[in-house]
């Protein structure tokens, strides 16, 4: 659809997870986030779908986050000023299949931000513009812990984490600024 050019708005709302059939892992399923279909903790790294969606050369694609809804609702209005088909991926925190307290989830939401694990960004015409700059980033524990998706993960995990967390990171910095 999106490669036909037609103007399509689409909102992918993401819970990293199959949450609303039994919760069962999915391609944006976090590196050892437990599901049902994956109960030690999913052994791949999410795939990140904004990218994909810019490898179609659409006009607009953009993440967001439940924790930053002005980011948020600023992306859906330019999204919906432009012709052509546009893409918003939303970082949704689901406390049943994440297992945390409904009252966190704003404060899971802005943690997946201010540790890296989720970025915030646009690209318009091929042109990179993280919208939610992260220079010093709490350690990705502090969100992970809040999480009993999470519970079981290692020191060693967390090592890789983090560096895979910066790696995206400092790529996304490269292709700002190009």
Same mark, same amino acid.
């Given at each position: 659809?999106?490669?036909?050019?037609?103007?399509?708005?689409?909102?992918?709302?993401?819970?990293?997870?199959?949450?609303?059939?039994?919760?069962?892992?999915?391609?944006?399923?976090?590196?050892?986030?437990?599901?049902? #279909?994956?109960?030690?903790?999913?052994?791949?790294?999410?795939?990140?779908?904004? +990218? &994909?969606?810019?490898?179609? !050369?659409? $006009?607009?694609?953009?993440?967001?986050?439940?924790?930053?809804?002005?980011?948020?609702?600023?992306?859906?209005?330019?999204?919906?000023?432009?012709?052509?088909?546009?893409?918003?991926?939303?970082?949704?925190?689901?406390?049943?299949?994440?297992?945390?307290?409904?009252?966190?989830?704003?404060?899971?939401?802005?943690?997946?931000?201010? #540790?890296?694990?989720?970025?915030?960004?646009?690209?318009?015409?091929?042109?990179? +513009? &993280?919208?939610?700059?992260? !220079?010093? $980033?709490?350690?990705?524990?502090?969100?992970?812990?809040?999480?009993?998706?999470?519970?079981?993960?290692?020191?060693?995990?967390?090592?890789?984490?983090?560096?895979?967390?910066?790696?995206?990171?400092?790529?996304?910095?490269?292709?700002?600024?190009?």
């Amino acid at each position: 659809a999106m490669e036909r050019g037609d103007k399509i708005n689409y909102i992918c709302y993401d819970n990293e997870a199959y949450m609303n059939t039994g919760i069962q892992r999915s391609g944006s399923t976090p590196f050892k986030a437990k599901t049902t #279909t994956t109960p030690t903790g999913k052994l791949t790294p999410r795939k990140d779908m904004a +990218k &994909i969606m810019v490898a179609h !050369n659409i $006009p607009y694609v953009a993440s967001a986050s439940a924790g930053y809804i002005k980011d948020y609702r600023k992306k859906v209005e330019k999204a919906l000023s432009i012709d052509g088909p546009t893409y918003i991926h939303v970082h949704a925190p689901c406390p049943t299949g994440w297992s945390f307290q409904p009252c966190q989830t704003v404060d899971v939401a802005r943690l997946a931000v201010e #540790t890296r694990s989720w970025l915030l960004y646009e690209v318009e015409n091929g042109e990179y +513009k &993280i919208t939610k700059k992260v !220079n010093k $980033p709490k350690h990705v524990k502090e969100y992970l812990q809040l999480q009993g998706r999470f519970s079981g993960v290692t020191e060693e995990d967390l090592e890789v984490i983090e560096k895979d967390l910066n790696r995206a990171y400092q790529l996304l910095m490269k292709e700002g600024e190009q």
